[in-house]
């Protein structure tokens, strides 16, 4: 995603970013991954380098942050 930084948001972000772009911490964002509640799913730049695209978490909201599985169904067909 070479989307550049909006209002100080980057493109790409890392889970502390991720909660404080959600306003919540990073355990929430754990239990919402966790627990499939959590609509993008992380794009793994490494085993422990996990980024979410920006411009997917804001379709994600404006969705209304269904649950991932329907997030999914939703998102099929989409252009990027």
Do not use: F, H
């Not at 989307?3 to 911490?25: C, E, H, K």
């Not at 695209?53 to 099929?76: K, L, T, Y």
């Amino acid at each position: 995603d070479l989307t550049p930084p909006i209002n100080g948001w980057p493109a790409l972000l890392d889970r502390a970013t991720l909660a404080s772009y959600l306003s919540v911490g990073t355990t929430t964002i754990d239990q919402l991954a966790a627990s499939g509640r959590l609509g993008p799913r992380a794009i793994e730049l490494s085993k422990r380098c996990p980024r979410w695209s920006r411009v997917e978490v804001d379709r994600w909201i404006a969705d209304g942050m269904p649950p991932r599985a329907q997030w999914i169904n939703q998102s099929r067909g989409r252009v990027a």
